[in-house]
């Protein structure tokens, strides 16, 4: 019997071991990466395709994926891995990280590269692109689950002004 296991966007990365809130290397908040073995298929899908969202968002400013099924063959022909959980845009930073400080046919890999990519070695867009959904993603965790204790902080020091307790 096959089981149709949904795989872990982890790359080996893992900077939430050493207290970040959202990893450095995948962009999953600290809680997903702690508690992702025990998350349904369900949840897991909900991870992937706010990580996929999210990569689409800042690659769309870079490339435009002309040709997804290109890029998939070259992808590997190349022996490159790429997550299928994602959109074609999720797969561009890792043919980034492979091609290093070698310049890319991007056309080649069913690409064409936007105007803020050019003049760009690859690593130098795929340190760019991590850094910016990287950004991305600790100011939707900031928003989504920091702010809220901070309210509750603001509301509870509220209340102790009211009563007099401070």
Not at 30 to 49: L, R
């Amino acid at each position: 019997m096959a089981v149709n296991r949904i795989h872990t966007p982890c790359i080996g990365v893992c900077s939430t071991v050493f207290g970040d809130t959202v990893c450095r290397g995948c962009c999953r908040f600290s809680h997903e990466v702690v508690h992702w073995n025990g998350y349904t298929n369900e949840e897991k899908q909900i991870v992937w395709k706010r990580l996929n969202l999210l990569l689409c968002q800042v690659v769309d400013n870079y490339f435009v994926v002309t040709d997804a099924a290109r890029l998939a063959a070259e992808m590997d022909f190349q022996n490159l891995r790429y997550q299928t959980q994602l959109s074609p845009q999720g797969w561009v930073p890792e043919l980034l990280k492979a091609a290093g400080k070698q310049q890319i046919p991007y056309d080649r890999f069913g690409l064409r590269a936007l105007p803020p990519s050019r003049g760009l070695l690859p690593r130098e867009l795929y340190d760019q692109i991590s850094a910016e959904c990287h950004a991305l993603a600790r100011a939707h965790y900031d928003r989504s689950y920091a702010r809220p204790v901070t309210l509750a902080a603001e509301l509870t020091e509220l209340a102790a002004r009211e009563k007099g307790l401070i």
